[in-house]
């Protein structure tokens, strides 16, 4: 085996060490599990679980449950992108499922019809005041908004007050859901408007998941943005003395995150065609395994947007396969509990290993 040498200190350059990225280990995992339920599916069911088997369909793939997948993961992956941003920095956060709640209570009252089959709305927030069939843009700002504020409020606590994240956040969690129930006393919020109801309609949230997820992708890799991130991630006081504005650059973080769980919940209760106070209930959690699953280390400075996409799929070919095996949804959340307290674990042990690397 050749080794060639580099430098003036004569270090050698072994191309068999050369480490893969860890993207592709998140992608063989998904194969694999792919091909696990395929299998049981095969020897125990007689059926295909990725490929279609039925006679008058000529496609080669069960296209159906692909669109399943996809679009089941695709909300909660919008709230991931943002999760993904905050753990790099070395932080978390604990209520982006409570700011779904609220957002879209909040955004939901805006985008209301004032009449339904001939007759006043009966789920009118406003009533008299008249804030009804307003254009779709007036909602999508107001829940954006929030999602701003409360990031605002998250990001401050954080790089100001020298709060924990877990604590800055665990209040803001509890916040917000109270707001959510508070807004409508805890009553739904329905009849949106049809443009409001067209940003959820048929596949549009994985449109929208995509696109964000591409463009995240890029400022992560490309921008002075990201690398700050996983400078501070990385090394917070290093980062500190280059002259880069830590605290700002926080808030910045948790403002983009929040403000991508407010977009999740206007994506979700147009979806919806109505609004619950119990909305985004555990979201949080799975934007976090998400993440954790694709790569993104919960020490901070290490993981990618692109890995956080592969840990969604992961986690609806997980859902869509228990389905598939006909599993009662209470095993789902058993195993969904299983894949985060694994999540971490598998963390700890990439930590681990590149310890003992060096």
């Known amino acids: 085996m050749s080794q060639t040498t580099h430098g003036l200190g004569g270090l050698k350059y072994d191309p068999t060490k050369k480490a893969r990225a860890p993207e592709w280990n998140v992608f063989f995992a998904l194969v694999g599990i792919i091909i696990v339920f395929e299998l049981i599916g095969r020897l125990f069911m007689g059926d295909s679980f990725l490929f279609n088997t039925r006679d008058n369909v000529d496609t080669l793939f069960n296209q159906a449950r692909l669109q399943i997948i996809i679009l089941q993961v695709s909300i909660v992956g919008i709230i991931a992108i943002g999760v993904t941003q905050v753990i790099i920095t070395g932080g978390i956060d604990l209520s982006s499922g409570s700011i779904v709640g609220a957002t879209a209570m909040i955004a939901m009252s805006f985008a209301q019809v004032a009449m339904v089959n001939g007759n006043p709305n009966p789920k009118a927030i406003f009533g008299d005041l008249g804030w009804m069939d307003l254009p779709v843009i007036v909602p999508v700002l107001v829940g954006l908004s929030c999602g701003v504020v409360a ?57 929208l998941f995509v696109v964000l997820a591409v463009l995240f992708h890029c400022i992560m890799t490309y921008t002075k943005y990201g690398k700050h991130c996983y400078a501070i991630g990385s090394n917070e006081a290093a980062t500190r003395m280059s002259g880069i504005n830590v605290d700002r650059h926080k808030v910045l973080v948790y ?13 979700l209760s147009s979806k ?26 919960l020490q901070g400075g290490r993981g990618s947007i692109l890995g956080t996409v592969l840990g969604a799929l992961i986690f609806g070919v997980i859902i869509s396969g228990f389905t598939f095996l006909k599993l009662d949804a209470y095993y789902q959340e058993m195993v969904k509990g299983v894949i985060i307290v694994g999540a971490v674990v598998l963390d700890q042990w990439r930590q681990q290993s590149r310890s003992r690397g060096k």
């Open 151 to 207: 990031g605002l409020i998250n990001g401050s606590l954080v790089a100001y007050t020298k709060i924990p994240p877990f604590i800055a956040t665990l209040g803001m969690m509890v916040t917000a859901r109270g707001i959510a129930k508070w807004w409508s006393k805890g009553n739904p919020i329905s009849f949106p408007t049809d443009s409001y109801a067209l940003i959820g309609k048929g596949m549009t949230p994985v449109f």
């Open 255 to 267: 403002v983009i995150a929040s403000g991508l769980a407010a977009f999740a919940a206007i994506v």
């Open 272 to 297: 919806n065609l109505t609004a619950q106070a119990g909305m985004g209930v555990m979201y949080e959690l799975d934007a976090i395994a998400m993440a954790v699953i694709g790569g993104v280390s």
